[in-house]
């Protein structure tokens, strides 16, 4: 094999190439320094805890009811609940409490902030609880809000509760998670139907026809076409269960 001088090699190349090919010769680690610094950590998301089983539910209840039997007791009026449930909340977040008390204190919490009736601080409740255990924090919000909506709560009620369901359903369609985003509609209809005021009516109605035409648009048999328009290449056909999943 013929050998080309190092004239014949660097022909051609620019000064500016040729400098940048010596620097890296010399400075080999200052270019994988700059690299790595650029590059942000990854953190794993912490592993949710399991759902405590119904025998330790049963006994970690009775020990938090006895623990704060008073204010359970003097717990009658709305605001009396409300601010029990606050209570219950910061000691579920508490880490040094046992796990399963833990569990306990969220539901307490979000059964007294359900009758009180607060709907926002239910649902956080709810987020709160999913932090840590492996709840389905969807189907619980949603089933919160439905138990809102057909209750006899006053009006000012059922808005916060429509209003609750509307933000969570827009979330879940960016989510695409459009089964559930129709369950939160369908409380917010029966819950706008209950303050007799037909603009807020109309609007729930209208958002649920958007939000259920968006889902077959994007479930239908252009499903790859409509989720990722900028890859056509990508069919229902490659992915059967993808599109069908919804």
Known sequence: MSKFPAERLNRGWSSAACWAVAIATVLPGSFTMSLTAQEPAVTAPA????IPGEAEQREATKFVRDLFADEFAAAKKPLEKNTLANSLLKQAND???SSV???VLYQLARDLAVSAPAVELACQIIVEQGKKFAIDDDAEIAAVLDKVAASDAPANVQVEAIGQATSRAEIAVREEKF???LRLLRGALTAA???REPEVLKEIIERGRKVTAQS????GPNWGEKRWPHRPMIQPRIWPSVATCG
């Open 95 to 97: 880490p040094t409490n």
């Open 179 to 181: 089964d559930h985003a």
């Open 47 to 50: 592993a949710r805890l399991p």
């Open 216 to 219: 077959k648009e994007f479930t």
């Open 193 to 195: 139907r209950k303050t």
């Open 101 to 103: 008390n833990q569990f």
